[in-house]
């Protein structure tokens, strides 16, 4: 089941990616939207956040999509690895889980880090009726946090042995 979670997550961060290369301008504006402030609140003092620059926003864009991609490559790599390792010895499987871990790690950092910090809050997304991302982060970030802890509970064993004889 692990092995299949941390799949699902690869397929998703890989159609993200993929959906903003092939359908570049739609999400670019979300990005340049959030990063010029340009649909916050009349008059807030933070202003001087705002970044105006073309080419920062084309960077910034590029770098989501090449994390959206990362993400997804290394889940991949994690599902792909846990699967191999589903009847190994417990140090080897605890490996594949490892690499299946910083997979949704490299995803919570790209949505909450990126999304819920620094551009809901320090380019105050929160205020824009049209472009803020929080709710859908926020959905993002449960799968992967959810899909994390599993990967890192305890696998179940053989049932102790009954010692009240």
């Known amino acids: 089941m692990k092995a299949l979670l941390t799949a699902l997550v690869a397929v998703f961060a890989l159609l993200v990616a993929a959906n903003n290369v092939t359908d570049y301008n739609s999400n670019f504006q979300f990005v ?14 933070l202003m001087w956040r705002a970044i105006d620059s073309p080419w920062v926003h084309h960077l910034a864009y590029w770098l989501i999509i090449a994390m959206e991609f990362a993400v997804g490559i290394i889940s991949a790599l994690g599902a792909r690895a846990l699967f191999a390792a589903r009847h190994a010895p417990a140090a ?71 010692e009240t004889h």
């Open 32 to 45: 340049q939207h959030v990063l010029s402030m340009d649909t916050t609140f009349e008059g807030n003092r």
């Open 92 to 162: 080897q499987y605890r490996g594949a889980a490892m690499l299946a871990s910083w997979g949704m790690v490299l995803g919570i950092a790209l949505w909450f880090g990126g999304f819920m910090a620094v551009g809901a809050e320090w380019f105050l997304m929160w205020q824009s009726e049209g472009w803020n991302g929080q709710q859908a982060a926020f959905r993002f970030i449960m799968c992967l946090f959810g899909t994390l802890l599993f990967l890192n509970l305890p696998e179940a064993g053989p049932a102790p042995a009954d």
